[in-house]
T-cell receptor, first 114, second 118 residues
């Protein structure tokens, strides 16, 4: 079945460091791919998305590119801030499913220190 | 709009008791989803509704679980004869799916109901 694998955390960085959180997926066809973020005490929020191969999603300085050939959707940010500390979830929605169902990875906790 | 609202935020119950959670989606959203999240894991899909119709149920949704959305607005998730393994965060999300109109939104999540079965 469809699945998402993301790097284990926690990831601990100093402010202004470069961030990469790896995400790979297994799915038939062409799923849509997402990164969600969960700040402490808050609900899941959509951070960015890509719906077809080679699309780049971007938001708040974060980027991720849909790579069909490597079945990956790695999250990157050039310079992290303390306020980026949160849990990040990679997710997919199966092909043709619209937003019917999301399959999530286990999440990666990011801690950014001043 | 205040977003997706879930009540209660926390529930502690004894094993064997029944519990019911409520979700109020964003008002114009026609799709509503339930997920379960255990500690250290990502959310797992349980079921979803389009308006009042329940269109898909996960194998995770055992016979003790039932979800309803009677008027296509709010939804309830009931767990009968709770077990300790039911302890988790139950998340609700909603989205707008407008077939033919191109108006599709991503899923917006509530803050969840944390269930503890003792």
């Amino acid at each position: 079945g469809d699945s998402v694998t993301q790097m284990e955390g926690p990831v601990t960085l100093s402010e202004e460091a470069f961030l990469t959180i790896n995400c790979t997926y297994t799915a038939t066809g062409y799923p849509s791919l997402f990164w969600y973020v969960q700040y402490p005490g808050e609900g899941l929020q959509l951070l960015l998305k890509a719906t077809k191969a080679d699309d780049k999603g971007s938001n708040k300085g974060f980027e991720a590119t849909y790579r069909k050939e490597t079945t990956s959707f790695h999250l990157e940010k050039g310079s992290v801030q303390v306020s980026d500390s949160a849990v990040y979830f990679c997710a997919l929605s199966p092909q043709g499913g619209g937003y019917n169902k999301l399959i999530f990875g286990a999440g990666t906790r990011l801690a950014v220190h001043p | 709009d205040t977003g997706v609202s879930q009540n209660p935020r926390h529930k502690i119950t004894k094993r064997g008791q029944n519990v019911t959670f409520r979700c109020d989606p964003i008002s114009e959203h026609n799709r509503l989803y339930w997920y379960r999240q255990t500690l250290g894991q990502g959310p797992e899909f349980l079921t979803y509704f389009q308006n009042e119709a329940q269109l898909e149920k996960s194998r995770l949704l055992s016979d003790r679980f039932s979800a309803e959305r009677p008027k296509g607005s709010f939804s309830t998730l009931e767990i009968q004869r709770t077990e300790q393994g039911d302890s988790a965060m139950y998340l609700c999300a909603s989205s707008l799916a407008g077939a033919g109109t191109g108006r599709n939104t991503e899923a917006f999540f509530g803050q969840g109901t944390r269930l503890t079965v003792v």
